[in-house]
């Protein structure tokens, strides 16, 4: 299994507060992704890089921030969370863009 | 736009017996990849196999075979002597040549039955 962890692993918060999402790796894969999986939705991209410093926004990158300023570490913040960002969040991986290695998932609820 | 389409939203199986889960796609990409995920009840995401599309071999993992049928654009996945672990939803995928181009049909929920 790839080496990728998520913290933290559920998170309960309120409306209008901040949220960082750290995804971790140790497989030293130059891309990082912030996927958003909802009922109905299936997964979705936020962000991804593809570098240190280097980030895109994907498809819902609406009211969401991600930073990646070394290899190992990408964050996704909420700058202020809403509900409709209750979702269950997951860090992928890969070496080209061509593959996608996920972590275990985040589950954020925003009350 | 490029799209995967899983047009089984469920379906069942016999322990020890064999399904295929289908899987169609849209591209206009010459050079991609396809995949099967697979997600049980714990949520992980797992990578069950990978099929590159200029190899015409059918990629294998042990129970799990691909039928990949390039022209027709269709992926489908095979689960030999289905066991009761293959309970979970299955996710078909296809990636592209940068880092936004993936992308994921919406998955079949499959049921292994005793």
């Known amino acids: 299994d790839a080496g990728i962890t998520q913290s933290p692993r559920h998170k309960v918060t309120e409306t209008g507060t901040p949220v960082t999402l750290r995804c971790h790796q140790t497989e030293n894969h130059r891309y990082m992704y912030w996927y958003r999986q909802d009922p109905g939705h299936g997964l979705r991209l936020i962000h991804y890089?593809?570098?240190?410093?280097?980030?895109d926004k994907g498809e819902v990158s609406d009211g969401y921030s991600v930073s990646r300023s070394k290899t190992e570490d990408f964050l996704l913040t909420l700058e202020s969370a809403t509900s409709s960002q209750t979702s269950v969040y997951f860090c992928?991986?890969?070496?080209?863009?061509?593959?996608?290695?996920f972590g275990p998932g985040t589950r954020l609820t925003v009350l | 736009a490029q799209t995967v389409t899983q047009s089984q939203p469920e379906m069942s199986v016999q322990e020890a017996e064999t399904v295929t889960l289908s899987c169609t796609y849209d591209t206009s990409e010459n050079n991609y990849y396809l995949f099967w995920y697979k997600q049980p009840p714990s949520r992980q995401m797992i990578l069950v196999i990978r099929?590159?599309?200029?190899?015409?071999q059918n990629a294998t993992e042990n129970r799990f075979s691909v039928n990949f049928q390039k022209a027709a654009k269709s992926f489908s996945l095979k689960i030999s002597d289905s066991q009761l672990g293959d309970t979970a939803m299955y996710f078909c995928a296809q990636g592209g040549n940068t880092g936004n181009q993936f992308y994921f049909g919406t998955g079949t929920s499959l049921t292994v039955i005793p």
């Open positions: 992928a991986i890969s070496e080209s863009p061509r593959g996608r290695f």
């Open positions: 890089s593809y570098g240190v410093k280097d980030t």
């Open positions: 099929q590159e599309a200029y190899k015409q």
